[in-house]
């Protein structure tokens, strides 16, 4: 709650800001269009404004499931098969490295100008972040906490799935906060490069009209979708590692019993 209490105060300072400097500088509104003007957008094309956004938060949300999801896998994959890691780790680094405005283009010459492009620009853009934060969380699983389960009639997949996962969950989530904005942009990116709906389209249509009022009112509805996101995952990804908090639960079953002498 105070988190967004603060978000609030923030946005309102930057609006205020935002309102006075257009009444004091009074830029052309194809340059800057005041917070009032946009706001007249926002309301009188609302229909149009939601239409698109619900396409672009369809995309981003299947994004956001599909890359974590293949993220997390991909980080459990190099940490139980480290010879895979070895090959497959660098070309992921290089894939991660590539510009997105380049892998755009391709994925909609390979994909269509329709909806699987834009969620699979999505999931790349928020995959690694996940697949690192993940990968990084189980490899960092105390040693003496394996030495100890060692000592349990715990086989190595129980030790996995009882021990190394619940531990890595907190770095997975962070994974998940980090990727959740990210997510909005990819969808973005793919609809700039070529579609026929969405916030992405919009904002290229209105840049091409000149009409910036409409682009800023695009914009907004994205920079709420994003907000929004990030809430959702601050609100439903501490559940997935209750035990990470000081009152949670432990994460260890008590099937984990030591080894009769």
């Known amino acids: 709650m105070r988190a967004l209490r603060a978000t609030l105060f923030g946005l309102l300072a930057v609006l205020l800001a935002w309102g006075l400097f257009v009444a004091l500088a009074q830029p052309p509104p194809y340059m800057l269009p005041g917070p009032l003007r946009v706001a007249e957008v926002l309301w009188t094309r609302a229909g149009f404004l939601l239409a698109n956004g619900w ?3 369809i995309e981003t949300v299947l994004g956001l499931l599909f890359g974590s999801l293949a993220g997390a896998l991909a980080g459990l994959g190099v940490v139980l098969w480290p010879r895979l890691g070895r090959v497959a780790w660098p ?3 290089v894939l991660q490295a590539m510009p997105v405005f380049a892998l755009a283009p391709l994925l909609v010459l390979w994909l269509g100008f329709g909806l699987a492009s834009k969620v699979m620009m999505a999931s790349l853009v928020l995959f690694f972040p996940v697949a690192s934060a993940f990968a990084d969380g189980l490899r960092r699983t105390e040693p003496e906490l394996l030495d100890a389960t060692a000592l349990t009639v715990a086989s190595h997949w129980q030790t996995l799935r009882f021990v190394r996962i619940p531990l890595a969950m907190p770095a997975l989530i962070t994974g998940l906060r980090v990727a959740a904005p990210l997510a909005p942009l990819g ?10 709906g969405g916030l992405g389209f919009v904002m290229i249509q209105a840049n091409a009209r000149m009409q910036t009022d409409l682009m800023f009112a695009a914009l907004a509805i994205l920079a709420a979708m994003t907000l ?6 601050d609100e439903f990804a501490p559940r997935l590692a209750p035990w990470a908090a000081e009152s949670g639960p432990s994460p260890f079953p008590s099937l984990l019993r030591r080894k009769s002498s």
Request: aromatic letters at 4%; charged letters at 10%.
């Open 228 to 233: 929004a996101l990030r809430a959702l995952v």
């Open 187 to 196: 969808a973005v990116i793919g609809e700039w490069v070529g579609a026929s």
């Open 55 to 57: 396409l672009t938060l």
């Open 91 to 93: 070309l992921l680094l």
